[in-house]
């Protein structure tokens, strides 16, 4: 019996594939069940040819985090569901937090992944609504990443130079 993927997180699809062999000399129609938890599930009937192996499969999704048992015909194993990649940003900094026209600052941010798997996410960086900067970043479960955007620059347009920065700046999750 294969399973695959042996974790996966909420809402993704698990396949479940047995090879069923017919070992006699006529057709035979087989009865294949899907058994999760103690509980059938499916079940797929197959006509097979004398002396022919069949894959037969089967493609569940589950909502909730936990490890799940599956047997069929008597095989058995198992599969866990995780939940999926969650970010925060937190501690967002301007340096300097005070700069005048033709100046530059840099912000910076912590992202944090809440979920049980790896992902990826994007970190944008607006400035008074404007899209200035924009980072991907990958955070492993359970783990925090500092974000740094690049430099921008301050002009009259298309936000005001001077105090309260960090008010004017929002570091965004895309």
């Known amino acids: 019996m294969g399973i695959t993927p042996h974790e996966a997180t909420v809402g993704q699809p698990v396949t479940v594939a047995v090879d069923v062999e017919n070992v006699g000399g006529n057709d035979a129609a087989h009865s294949v069940s899907l058994i999760i ?76 992944n809440t979920g049980e798997v790896e992902g990826s996410c994007s970190v944008s960086l607006l400035v008074d609504g404007a899209q200035v900067d924009t980072k991907e970043v990958v955070v492993a479960p359970g783990t925090t990443e500092a974000v740094a955007t690049g430099c921008f620059p301050c002009s009259s347009s298309p936000w005001p130079c001077g105090e309260g920065l960090s008010s004017a700046c929002v570091l965004a999750l895309a």
């Not at 197959?46 to 493609?59: D, N």
């Not at 005048?100 to 840099?106: I, K, L």
């Open 37 to 112: 938890d103690g509980v059938k599930v499916q079940t797929k009937v197959v006509k097979i040819a004398p002396q022919v192996v069949e894959k037969v499969s089967f493609t569940i999704v589950r909502g909730e985090p936990r490890i799940y048992q599956v047997q069929i015909n008597g095989m058995s194993g198992t599969f866990q569901v995780l939940n999926p990649a969650k970010f925060t940003i937190s501690n967002l900094a301007i340096t300097p937090s005070s700069i005048n026209a033709g100046e530059e600052a840099t912000a910076t941010a912590d992202v944090s």
